[in-house]
């Protein structure tokens, strides 16, 4: 019963902006989009997550659409080290439900 | 700064015998703790969950238990693995009630044999 929707892959030129793009026309008002990333055989990292606004941190930013049914990911300078499975996660609970997610290739 | 170790990093096991793995969370205090499966080539499922010592909540039924015997100690156990438990299995954390801010550990990769 997945939430999101995602591209199952996508490349990307190193030092160039890589929009990472999610659909949730389910969303519920008060559920949260989470953004993580697996980097092969380590743990997800955390990456950003909103409600309505727009947000920026030190990692990526995250455009959230005004209808809330899909938003946008965007990796302003990818580097080779961003290389990983991306997954979008909507939901307000304590339980993470992970997708497929977006494989996502950084290329020199 | 908080930190989260598990071990075993790998772990080899035949079928059929017991399985402990341990997760411990450092720097902080009342976590909520969780027990992540990813099968090879597939997503993370979460196995269980717990906001405090000994309340555990299980998301899978299987031959797999939890238990938290500290506030910073979350345990994963077995008493007799399959085949199909093989895995990599990661430990988490966050803070808060309802919170997905999770942070992970590096994981324990087990092939049952």
């Known amino acids: 019963d997945a939430k999101t929707t995602q591209p199952p892959s996508m490349d990307c030129a190193e030092g160039r902006a890589a929009n990472l793009p999610c659909n949730h026309s389910t969303i519920s008002g008060n559920e949260y989009v989470y953004w993580y990333r697996q980097i092969h055989s380590q743990g997800p990292q955390y990456i950003i997550h909103?409600?309505?606004n727009n947000e920026t941190n030190e990692m990526a930013s995250l455009i959230i659409t005004e209808d809330r049914k899909s938003s946008t990911l965007i990796l302003p300078h990818a580097t080779l080290r961003d290389t990983a499975v991306y997954y979008c996660?909507?939901?307000?609970?304590?339980?993470?439900?992970f997708g497929a997610g977006t494989t996502v290739t950084v290329r020199a | 700064s908080q930190t989260i170790h598990q071990w075993p990093a790998t772990l080899v096991q035949p079928v059929g015998s017991p399985l402990s793995l341990e997760c411990t969370v450092e720097g902080t205090s009342n976590p909520n703790l969780y027990w992540y499966r990813q099968a090879a080539g597939r997503g993370l499922q979460l196995l269980f969950y717990s906001v405090g010592i000994g309340q555990i909540s299980s998301e899978v039924p299987q031959n797999l238990s939890a238990s938290r015997p500290q506030d910073r100690q979350f345990i994963l156990s077995s008493k007799k693995l399959l085949l199909s438990d093989s895995g990599f299995y990661l430990c988490a954390w966050s803070v808060g009630s309802g919170s997905y801010e999770q942070y992970f550990g590096p994981g324990t990769r087990l092939t049952v044999t």
């Open positions: 909103g409600l309505k």
């Open positions: 996660i909507v939901g307000n609970d304590y339980k993470l439900s």
